[in-house]
């Protein structure tokens, strides 16, 4: 089974570089407080690691 990550955007992107704001974009969150559920892959965990400190990330079994 692969796993998930489960990424729930908790601060706001205001004030940050458009290219953090594009990597929030292309992982699909637009307001506070969005989820979305992605494939754990090497490229997601990537785009992860640019914006963590926006981020809440937790690993599910699915």
């Known amino acids: ?12 992107p205001i004030g940050y570089n458009r290219r953090q704001r594009a990597t929030l974009k292309a992982l699909g969150l637009r307001k506070i407080s969005d989820e979305v559920v992605h494939d754990d892959s090497p ?8 914006v963590i400190h926006m981020l809440e990330v937790k690993e599910i079994e699915n």
């Open 1 to 12: 089974m692969a796993k998930k990550l489960k990424i729930k955007l908790v601060k706001s």
């Open 43 to 50: 490229q997601i965990r990537g785009m992860i690691n640019a």
